[in-house]
């Protein structure tokens, strides 16, 4: 049996793991490693606060990866010329064979589009790759999409 506590700046969880889940996700425990734990909550009678046992652990990477439904880069017909089209294919090719679908919004005065890119486009959302893209095209640009 493991224990350990998760922190968000606004409230503290205890989770508690059997050893077969602590075996198995024992190499996302890390200090400051973002991780989404589900299982059973309830109250811890000697804290008075709440308590989890955790079924599933998972890193943000993971959690994107699966709950994810689209990245979405949204640009402006101003913002739009051949160089930012190569940096944009530039900054996707590493990501690519991913399961995420790639959108791009396109903003006209006039009129707006939905593009989707095709499977061979698929990308997988890694930290690396969404500040590479907001970067190159602006923080409130580029969003993962989820339902």
Known sequence: IGICTLDDRSGRLEVMMFTDALEKY???LEK???LIASGQVS???FSGGLKMTA???MDISEAREKYARGLAISLTDRQIDDQLLNRLRQSLEPHRSGTIPVHLYYQREDARARL???ATWRVTPTDRLLID???LVGNEQVELEFD
Do not use: K, S
């Open 26 to 28: 024992q190499h996302l």
């Open 32 to 34: 400051d490693r973002i």
């Open 43 to 45: 109250f811890d009678d």
């Open 55 to 57: 079924r599933e652990l």
């Open 116 to 118: 989707r890119f095709g």
């Open 133 to 135: 893209l907001r970067t």
